[in-house]
């Protein structure tokens, strides 16, 4: 393993300042000064560790949480949805009689959509409970107006497509075409969220692994940083540079790691409107986007202070 110190040597020489006296090519101090300094410093350096702790890591776990239930939510809402209009009978017994005619126009993929009836005909009452079990299953989970705030056929248009949403507002027909579309495109909706459910545990668990490598690697800087180097011998400095070491490395590996799977990227299938990026949708709302990768730099940024301060008292032993 190779350690590199770019500190400047300091020598004990003996002279001006006092026979104890530390110099380098800038000047000389006195041994009891430095001391006094060092300890202030081991003091100073005390409080700033204990002060940083994951501020980051508990906001997401939380954002996590709440996301996780709300896609839930909806992955129920959209089942309940499917199984509401699943019961409504496509015979003509809804209909009002002399009502003629219809206008069929393709769904998103998934079926024919009876569009309008005759003029001046009066609705399908099944048309209008399939909008009430809407309302009443997608629109009903309690996040919807913070989340959305969208009307029924704004929220339709992107989760089934715009053509459902037209045919859901003004359809004179429940047929079976857009029954089968109503069915089919709640199911898609429901799939999509059941999806993110499962990308949100995986994030879960991997923030899991990630907080706990970052809750040692703070620990142990604190544990490294304890106290003044002056008192430590050439071995301890060398031990506690080696953990600073370690320490560094797993911090790179972590930040390595963490990018990659960034860079691979998983896009979130949430609506129609196309995927969009996972870290982003999911912390939005904390002042970072990426928690993890913050946490690990800021942690990185103290390992290598430590090792500066570590390397400085190390060429004083040379």
Same mark, same amino acid.
């Given at each position: ?17 006092? #026979?104890?006296? /530390?110099?380098?090519? @800038?000047?000389?101090?006195?041994? =009891?000064?430095? &001391?006094? %300094? +060092?300890?202030? *410093? ?106 959305? #705030?969208?009307? /029924?056929?704004?929220? @339709?248009?992107?989760?089934?497509? =715009?053509?459902? &949403?037209? %045919? +859901?507002?003004? *359809? ?109 949708? /999911? ?36």
């Amino acid at each position: 393993m190779e350690w590199a110190f770019h500190a400047a040597t300091m020598v004990s020489t003996k002279g001006a300042v006092g #026979a104890d006296a /530390l110099c380098s090519p @800038v000047g000389c101090v006195s041994a =009891e000064l430095l &001391a006094r %300094a +060092l300890l202030y *410093a081991g003091l100073g350096a005390l409080t700033v560790f204990a002060l940083a702790t994951l501020a980051f890591i508990p906001d997401a776990r939380a954002a996590l949480r709440r996301e996780r239930e709300r896609a839930g939510d909806e992955r129920d809402a959209f089942a309940r949805f499917a199984r509401r209009v699943a019961n409504l009978d496509t015979t003509a017994a809804g209909r009002t009689p002399g009502t003629t005619g219809t206008n069929q126009g393709p769904g998103p993929g998934v079926g024919t959509l009876a569009l309008a009836g005759g003029a001046g005909s009066p609705g399908d009452d099944r048309v209008a409970q399939a909008r009430r079990a809407y309302r009443d299953t997608v629109m009903a989970v309690p996040h919807y107006e913070e989340e959305y #705030a969208e009307s /029924l056929s704004e929220n @339709v248009s992107a989760e089934f497509g =715009e053509s459902v &949403a037209i %045919a +859901l507002e003004g *359809a004179e027909a429940f047929t079976p075409g857009l029954r089968r579309t109503l069915i089919e495109g709640a199911e898609t909706a429901r799939e999509r969220r059941n999806s993110l459910v499962r990308a949100i545990e995986q994030e879960e668990a991997s923030l899991r692994t990630a907080a706990g490598t970052l809750s040692d690697v703070e620990c142990g800087v604190e544990s490294a940083s304890e106290g003044p180097t002056l008192p430590l011998s050439f071995e301890q400095l060398m031990d506690r540079w080696g953990r600073l070491y370690d320490m560094e490395q797993e911090c790179e590996t972590l930040l390595e790691e963490r990018q990659e799977s960034i860079q691979a990227g998983y896009g979130v299938p949430l609506r129609l409107d196309g995927p969009i990026s996972l870290q982003e949708y /999911l912390y939005d709302s904390l002042p970072v986007t990426h928690p993890v990768l913050a946490e690990a730099t800021r942690l990185l940024e103290s390992v290598r202070d430590a090792q500066d301060s570590t390397s400085v008292a190390l060429s004083r032993r040379v």
